[in-house]
């Protein structure tokens, strides 16, 4: 039986340029309150990477560092049914009021998306707007174990400018 589950507040600060939008938090992340916490998840070794940093040890340091690097992140789905983690497996999906925060934030220039699902759904919820550059991103998931970090990490560079 799925499970009806609820994304995270967004991490961001008015100085925001860069979004990343996952779908929505894994049962871990879920678990421990915290965005991408599986410990097979490689967003934050990613990000640490291409900003050129160390990978803090805390979730408390994460966010610090996200928000140094001007890097928001959420999700666009706000509530879904879902067994497990998997995005395949996202029903009846509610989205997050992206709209709101794109007018909340305007220094916002880049939205990248964290794995294929995520774009999918916000080409099904959400207009592309001018001005704004969108990036496909390899997903950081455990699933995606077909690419490497530093493959990832090549890509998700262009997020940077």
């Not at 759904?121 to 550059?133: A, E, H, S």
């Amino acid at each position: 039986m799925a499970l009806s589950k609820t994304s995270f507040a967004p991490i961001s600060n008015p100085s925001t340029t860069i979004l990343i939008l996952g779908t929505m938090p894994s049962d871990k992340s879920l678990a421990l309150g915290e965005y991408y916490g599986h410990p097979g998840n490689r967003f934050w070794k990613i990000i640490a990477t291409i900003t050129g940093n160390e990978l803090p040890l805390t979730y408390s340091g994460k966010k610090q560092l996200l928000q140094k690097a001007k890097i928001g992140i959420w999700d666009i789905v706000h509530q879904a049914d879902r067994e497990g983690s998997l995005d395949s497996a996202i029903k009846n999906e509610t989205p997050n009021d992206l709209k709101r925060f794109i007018a909340k934030h305007p220094q916002l220039r880049v939205i990248g998306f964290n794995g294929k699902k995520a774009e999918q759904l916000f080409d099904r919820y959400f207009t592309r707007k001018p001005g704004i550059k969108y990036i496909s991103l390899p997903s950081t998931s455990p699933a995606n174990a077909g690419f490497s970090v530093e493959n990832i990490c090549t890509v998700w560079r262009g997020i940077l400018g």
